[in-house]
T-cell receptor
Framework: NAGVMQNPRHLVRRRGQEARLRCSPM?????VYWYRQLPEEGLKFMVY????????ESGMPKERFSAEFPKEGPSILRIQQVVRGDSAAYFC??????????????FGEGSWLTVV | QKEVEQNSGPLSVPEGAIASLNCTYS??????FFWYRQYSGKSPELIMS??SNGDKEDGRFTAQLNKASQYVSLLIRDSQPSDSATYLC???????????WGLGTSLAVNP
């Protein structure tokens, strides 16, 4: 029973390039959450998605960041024109239904983005 | 702004002692509470969830919830050096059902 799968685990991008991070939720889970964690800081909520729907994107920066969770395939967090401040760990989590049900969320192993 | 507060630590305990981690939250109608453990360079890992007042035990871990006082705690008995990590408290906001995170408490268990 595979857990939440994220790839790539480590990604290096030059300033101005695009970064794409992928997340496949646990089997049976249809709710996906993306979090960012800067070095020595806490988890910051970014976006909550269901299949083909963005439920809550209140934590997403207004520019350069986007997320999707298509009907088929993984959820993707896309960062355009990366800057050094985007260097962080990006964690994806999933749950069978949303936190509205009081459900626990389970995390993937994370994707570490380094912008050089 | 709903908040979850934790002492950042570091909390240092000797091996074999009981480690007590505390978390307070501002939302009176919260119903679901979670403790996660995060090792350095790793992702958060669920330790326990608790929904009712009182204690919930799982192995060496005991979660305690007091809704009237708006705090939830995690006790770790017979602490081991492998328990050294950051412990994150998370609470589901009772109104908009969003998960709100504390910043975590760093625990160091000294051999």
């Amino acid at each position: 029973n595979a857990g939440v799968m994220q790839n790539p685990r480590h990604l290096v991008r030059r300033r101005g390039q695009e970064a794409r991070l992928r997340c496949s939720p646990m089997k049976g889970h249809s709710h996906v959450y993306w979090y960012r964690q800067l070095p020595e800081e806490g988890l910051k909520f970014m976006v909550y998605l269901q299949k083909e729907n963005i439920i809550d994107e209140s934590g997403m920066p207004k520019e350069r960041f986007s997320a999707e969770f298509p009907k088929e395939g993984p959820s993707i967090l896309r960062i355009q024109q990366v800057v050094r401040g985007d260097s962080a760990a990006y964690f994806c989590a999933s749950s069978p239904t949303g936190t509205v049900s009081g459900n626990t969320i389970y995390f993937g192993e994370g994707s570490w983005l380094t912008v050089v | 702004q709903k908040e979850v507060e934790q002492n950042s630590g570091p909390l240092s305990v000797p091996e074999g002692a009981i480690a007590s981690l505390n978390c307070t939250y501002s939302d009176r109608v919260s119903q679901s509470f979670f403790w996660y453990r995060q090792y350095s360079g790793k992702s958060p890992e669920l330790i326990m969830s608790i929904y009712s007042n009182g204690d919930k035990e799982d192995g060496r871990f005991t979660a305690q919830l007091n809704k009237a006082s708006q705090y939830v705690s995690l006790l770790i008995r017979d602490s081991q050096p492998s328990d050294s990590a950051t412990y994150l408290c998370a609470v589901i906001d009772g109104n908009n059902r969003k998960l709100i995170w504390g910043l975590g408490t760093s625990l160091a268990v000294n051999p």
